[in-house]
């Protein structure tokens, strides 16, 4: 009767749990526009960039009534370790700081309109019969990353929208590209050249 009473009690405790994480996923990715709301004061409130929060919900100015859902965007777990993935296959061996630039390439393209606007769909983007990242053709991309890819995933995160707002990168030493090297160069860092 014990060990039955425990199974209970464990079982019960893990609805309740599984239950409380998915109002909480849903309260962090959803918001009602309260009054005086404005969208740059939702973006700061929430840590995310304007323009994102602008793109994902289709809404360009500052209209918005008390009670509009809005959803707020968010990096899944699994974006988190596709981009670590990314991250570590185009940055092995390079400075953290390069990590971290890449990983900010990625969302300064979601955030932009001129490229998909999810992790995944600009990870594996395939343009004019290529893929915008060399690891998804070549498989490197299924490579296990390590926890310092995922740290530099989290600080890109972190201090997404703050950067230069590069948008490519690229080995000067392993491009043959002539429309990449035309980019207005942002930054250098380790083996690294990152353009808008």
Same mark, same amino acid.
């Given at each position: 009767?014990?060990?039955?009473?425990?199974?209970?009690l464990?079982a019960?405790?893990g609805?309740?749990?599984?239950?409380f994480?998915v109002h909480?996923?849903?309260?962090? @990715?959803?918001y @009602?526009?309260?009054?005086?709301?404005?969208?740059?004061k939702?973006?700061?409130r929430?840590g995310?960039?304007?323009?994102?929060?602008?793109?994902?919900?289709?809404?360009?100015d500052?209209?918005?009534?008390?009670?509009?859902?809005?959803t707020?965007?968010?990096i899944?777990?699994?974006?988190? @370790?596709?981009l670590?993935?990314?991250?570590?296959a185009?940055?092995?061996?390079?400075?953290?700081?390069?990590?971290?630039?890449?990983?900010?390439?990625?969302f300064?393209?979601?955030?932009?309109?001129l490229?998909p606007?999810?992790?995944?769909?600009?990870?594996?983007?395939?343009?004019?019969?290529?893929?915008?990242?060399?690891?998804?053709?070549?498989?490197?991309?299924n490579n296990?990353?390590?926890?310092?890819?995922y740290?530099?995933?989290?600080?890109?995160i972190?201090?997404?929208?703050?950067?230069?707002?590069?948008?490519?990168?690229y080995?000067?030493?392993?491009?043959?590209?002539?429309?990449?090297?035309?980019?207005?160069?942002t930054?250098?860092?380790?083996?690294?050249v990152f353009?808008?």
């Amino acid at each position: 009767m014990k060990i039955l009473k425990k199974m209970l009690l464990v079982a019960s405790l893990g609805m309740t749990l599984s239950a409380f994480q998915v109002h909480s996923v849903d309260a962090a @990715t959803n918001y @009602t526009v309260k009054p005086g709301d404005t969208m740059w004061k939702i973006s700061q409130r929430y840590g995310v960039p304007l323009i994102s929060l602008q793109k994902t919900n289709n809404e360009w100015d500052n209209n918005l009534y008390v009670g509009q859902r809005l959803t707020i965007p968010t990096i899944t777990s699994a974006e988190r @370790t596709l981009l670590a993935q990314l991250v570590h296959a185009e940055a092995a061996g390079e400075p953290f700081s390069g990590k971290v630039a890449v990983a900010t390439v990625v969302f300064n393209r979601v955030d932009s309109s001129l490229f998909p606007n999810d992790v995944k769909s600009v990870i594996y983007q395939i343009d004019q019969g290529h893929y915008a990242f060399s690891p998804v053709q070549d498989g490197r991309i299924n490579n296990t990353p390590t926890s310092e890819d995922y740290r530099a995933v989290d600080e890109a995160i972190a201090f997404r929208g703050q950067g230069n707002g590069s948008l490519y990168f690229y080995n000067p030493q392993k491009s043959t590209s002539e429309w990449i090297f035309s980019r207005p160069v942002t930054v250098r860092i380790g083996d690294h050249v990152f353009a808008k």
